[in-house]
């Protein structure tokens, strides 16, 4: 077998989105961002429905303090440092995060979809 069922995704999402505080993570390519000004961002999913969730409010990362590079991809992990990645993918657009500027997912944005 190799499909899950709507309930066991709806179950998967929540036992590891909902029902404990996650963290967003922005990386270049395989790398996290390592910069003094960065710091994972918590964020809120809304409840599954069709074999997925997304983010209920805007994510705001801080300012960047200094050039933060090419965000390419977008990680979910279980703890605000250090911890373990739950899910990761590339980012619908690559953005350069430069002093001053700030990355923002906004609401509905961040889809986990379980296949």
Partial sequence: MNHMSEYLKHKVLIDNLI????YVALFNETTEIAQ???A???VLFATPANGQSS????IL?????????NITHIGIFDTQ???NLLFKSA???VKNIEVSSQYKIPKNYLIVRLR
């Avoid at 029902?19 to 996650?22: A, E, K, L, W």
């Avoid at 801080?62 to 050039?67: H, K, R, T, Y």
């Fill in 19 to 22: 029902t404990n505080q996650v």
């Fill in 36 to 38: 003094p000004s960065y």
């Fill in 40 to 42: 994972r961002q918590p």
């Fill in 55 to 58: 983010n209920n409010a805007d």
């Fill in 61 to 69: 990362f801080p300012i960047a303090g200094e050039s933060w590079g």
């Fill in 81 to 83: 440092t250090t911890g």
């Fill in 91 to 93: 980012a619908e657009f």
